[in-house]
């Protein structure tokens, strides 16, 4: 007994050695990220691991709280994937973050404060000469004044090099053209010092000159004084970008880049409704998401109902192969089946507009004519998903009793009586809630227009990128990473945030659908 006891101590012992190594461990590895994510501007990413790994170690480290490790890792994919991603696109809805507003104030500032300019009448064109197979010396010249330099051997750690005014003659083989682009780097890295103090950088491939800040630092606010013209540049916060003033310090003429991220409120989402290249193809894409949705969910259950009717008909023979071959769009992979209607839709070589060639002597424009095209998405779409619906129906029609359809026999009812009063009321319930899912989906089905159509045509006058064929959830895409001036993050994510609370209305309405059918 003894003996066991003192066993089970020992594994005992040496499990909680293993929990608390790894917890200590991992502790280590996440504080070494969350400072790097801090140093790089990344103080989000860094409390939100600071969040997760120090509460997993905390339910994994104390006996009061280790009941909870089954529901933790499920509580943190929630957190990480579903709320942290959807507070930070609410968040960045909020500010200006673009492809030209990236940058943190400071990081913008300090771009200023590196950019250089060349002193007027400070340029000299300079020669290098070979001295053996590792040293070479700078010869330098302006007007009559001439200097040399110390030799040099290229890579050295100094890079700082004394020129002294050449008093002998050219020593060396001169360099060709060829050496000084292949060690322009080694070259721009170093600093060539005259015996007045001046420095000179190289300028390019055949000269060297003095270079000194454009911008100089006005005060703690970040006003710059441009040293080339004498403008005065102030941040502007409501834009996120410098700008010049005047002399009574109002901002005048154009922003200048890189900007850098401010707060703006409500102004995405004001712009989405008061901006009229915004407003309209916004309206324009929300009606026809909402058309195609609506379409998409009628269609398929339409076909997918009529079909099932089909298959079940007790006198229909080879029922099993008619449900194999109705089941295989389903089963091929969808981007597979949309490009190979792309294919199919071809306006020039494709094989639909050959057919109606052929039978009627016209060819459609599938790509370009906006209803054409809306026309096409539909068609595809209704191909992936009536086999779902066809397959729900197939069960729900099971599940009818057979003594209503002998009554409705006996009274002398026929097909259409049995499937408007018999069928159709009593599968339209139990399929309502999966409807609404499907309009959900479709309501969000990006692939089938990325593949498809890529959103075109476009949308005349849309002052962002906009097309005909484009769901919200597509919109949103090409505005965030297809904007032609600049990508805008904001605007995407304001739009995306608007369109997670109509999905979230869904939701909402399909939970309140289904209560209702439980009781």
């Keep these: 007994m003894e003996r066991s006891i003192k066993s089970k101590n020992a594994h005992f ?9 790894l917890l200590t461990l991992i502790s280590l590895v996440a504080g070494y990220a969350v400072v790097l994510m801090y140093a790089n501007d990344e103080p989000v990413f ?14 994994f480290g104390r006996k009061d709280t280790y009941s909870h490790r089954y529901i933790y890792p499920g509580i943190a994919a929630i957190f990480l994937f579903i709320i942290f991603p959807l507070m930070y696109t609410i968040g960045i809805a909020f500010t200006n973050y673009s492809g030209a507003n990236q940058l943190t104030f400071e990081r913008v500032q300090s771009q200023f404060l590196e950019q250089m300019y060349e002193e007027p009448g400070t340029a000299y064109a300079f020669e290098v000469y070979h001295l053996d197979n590792q040293r ?22 100094n890079k700082k090099i004394a020129l002294t005014p050449l008093t002998t003659e050219k020593q060396g083989k001169v360099a060709q053209i060829r050496y000084l682009v292949d060690n322009r780097d080694a070259l721009s890295e170093l ?22 800040p454009r911008y100089k630092l006005q005060d703690t606010q970040g006003t710059l004084l441009n040293r080339l013209d004498g403008t005065i540049l102030k941040p502007n916060l409501e834009v996120g970008n410098y700008q010049a003033v005047d002399e009574n310090g109002d901002f005048i003429g154009k922003i200048i880049s890189p900007g850098f991220v401010v707060n703006t409120g409500w102004t995405n989402f004001a712009r989405i409704f008061l901006d009229e290249g915004i407003r309209g193809p ?41 449900r194999m071959l109705l089941i295989l769009p389903y089963a091929v992979p969808a981007f597979i ?86 069928t159709f009321p009593l599968i339209i319930k139990p399929l309502a809630p999966l409807l609404i899912a499907s309009f959900a989906f479709n309501f969000n089905n990006f692939v089938l227009i990325q593949l498809l159509t890529n959103g075109t045509p476009d ?12 769901l919200l959830v597509s919109y949103t895409y090409r505005i965030a990473f297809e904007g032609g001036g600049g990508q805008d993050f904001g605007l995407a994510s304001a739009i995306a945030t608007l369109i997670f609370l109509m999905v979230g209305v869904l939701a909402f309405i399909n939970l309140r659908v289904s209560k209702r059918q439980q009781a």
């Excluded at 860094?46 to 339910?59: D, P, Q, R």
Aim: aromatic share 12%.
């Design 13 to 21: 012992s040496s499990a909680a050695w293993i929990k608390w190594g």
């Design 46 to 59: 860094a409390l939100v691991t600071l969040v997760l790994v120090s509460s997993g170690v905390v339910i």
């Design 136 to 157: 070479i010396q700078l010869h330098l010249s302006k007007g009559d004044e001439e200097f040399v330099s110390e030799p040099i051997t290229l890579g050295q750690t």
């Design 191 to 212: 600093s060539l010092y005259t015996e007045s103090g001046q420095m000179l950088t190289m300028g390019g491939l055949r000269k060297f000159s003095e270079t000194v």
């Design 282 to 322: 916004f309206l324009q894409i929300f009606i026809w998401t909402v058309v195609f949705s609506v379409g998409s969910v009628g269609f398929t259950l339409v076909v997918g109902l009529v079909l099932a009717t089909v298959v079940q008909w007790e006198e229909l023979r080879g029922k099993v192969v008619y």
């Design 337 to 422: 089946s949309i490009l190979i209607f792309k294919g199919l839709f071809n306006q020039s070589f494709g094989e639909i507009n050959e057919l109606l060639y052929a039978i009627f002597n016209v060819k459609l424009m599938w790509f370009t004519e906006p209803f054409l095209a809306k026309s096409m998405i539909l068609i595809v779409n209704t191909w992936l998903g009536y086999p779902y619906i066809m397959i729900l129906c197939m069960g729900l029609l099971k599940s009818i009793p057979s003594d209503l359809y002998e009554a409705s026999a006996i009274d002398g009812a026929g097909p259409l009586d049995n499937f408007f009063k018999i």
């Design 459 to 470: 949308i005349i006058g849309s002052s962002t990128p906009a097309g005909h064929t484009d």
